[in-house]
């Protein structure tokens, strides 16, 4: 069974950093690309970014380029969020999922985490 597990959300205020956590079990992790999504009250879910199987190709959202940063890591089975230089409108309920092609649509994903909030004060 395959399970991604989101961890490291909290409350920061605007400019501060947070690092998420999306830890993957049931599944070959290092065939997989990963994908982090986040939803806002009232809104859709959006892409924030993606990263290939290898770690080597890399795609943010346009909104989040350059303050945040997805990495990997295939030995821990694990991939991060860096967020920096956060912004009140960066709250909601991010998560990671699983696919077998990079992608930044929600119906190319094939796993969901149970997603963490993180809420951004000004």
């Known amino acids: 069974q395959v399970q991604l597990v989101e961890s490291g959300g909290g409350l920061v205020q605007a400019g501060g950093s947070l690092r998420l956590s999306c830890a993957a079990s049931?599944?070959?992790?290092?065939?997989?690309?990963m994908g982090w999504f986040r939803e806002a009250p009232g809104k859709e879910r959006e892409f924030v970014a993606t990263i290939s199987w290898s770690g080597g190709s890399t795609y943010y959202a346009d909104s989040v380029k350059g303050r945040f940063t997805i990495s990997r890591d295939n030995a821990k089975n694990t991939v991060y969020l860096q967020m920096n230089s956060l912004k009140p409108e960066d709250t909601a309920v991010y998560y990671c999922?699983?696919?077998?092609?990079?992608?930044?649509?929600?119906?190319?994903?094939?796993?969901w985490g149970q997603g963490t909030q993180v809420t951004v004060s000004s």
């Open positions: 049931g599944l070959t992790f290092s065939s997989y690309a």
């Open positions: 999922a699983a696919n077998n092609g990079l992608g930044r649509h929600v119906p190319e994903y094939d796993y």
